[in-house]
Nanobody, 118 residues
Framework: QVQLVESGGGLVQAGGSLRLSCVAS????????MGWFRQPPGKEREYVAR????????NYADSVKGRFTVSRDNAKNTVYLQMNSLKPEDTAVYYC???????????WGQGTQVTVSS
């Protein structure tokens, strides 16, 4: 059983930065594209970013382009989401997930809360 555990969330002031980590246990995820999603309070879950198995290809939602950077360190079985210039609307529970097929994710972490104060 593969498990994904997010960490690094917390309370940050608007304009600040935060780095989220997602560590895989049980097996390596090196051959999988990994994605980041978030769910704002009272809203549906939305796509944030993804990164290919090699790290050579990344993609971002328009809402975070230029502010967020996704990266990975396969030797550490870890995916990162560097979040800069944070805005109150970035407040959400952030999840990482493993892509099974393009656009379909089969394993999810428990989520980590990010709160951005104004």
């Amino acid at each position: 059983q593969v498990q994904l555990v997010e960490s690094g969330g917390g309370l940050v002031q608007a304009g600040g930065s935060l780095r989220l980590s997602c560590v895989a246990s049980g097996r390596t995820f090196s051959s999988y594209t990994m994605g980041w999603f978030r769910q704002p309070p009272g809203k549906e879950r939305e796509y944030v970013a993804r990164i290919s198995w090699s790290g050579g290809s990344t993609n971002y939602a328009d809402s975070v382009k230029g502010r967020f950077t996704v990266s990975r360190d396969n030797a550490k079985n870890t995916v990162y989401l560097q979040m800069n210039s944070l805005k109150p609307e970035d407040t959400a529970v952030y999840y990482c997930a493993r892509e099974k097929t393009p656009g379909s994710y089969d394993i999810w972490g428990q989520g980590t809360q990010v709160t951005v104060s104004s």
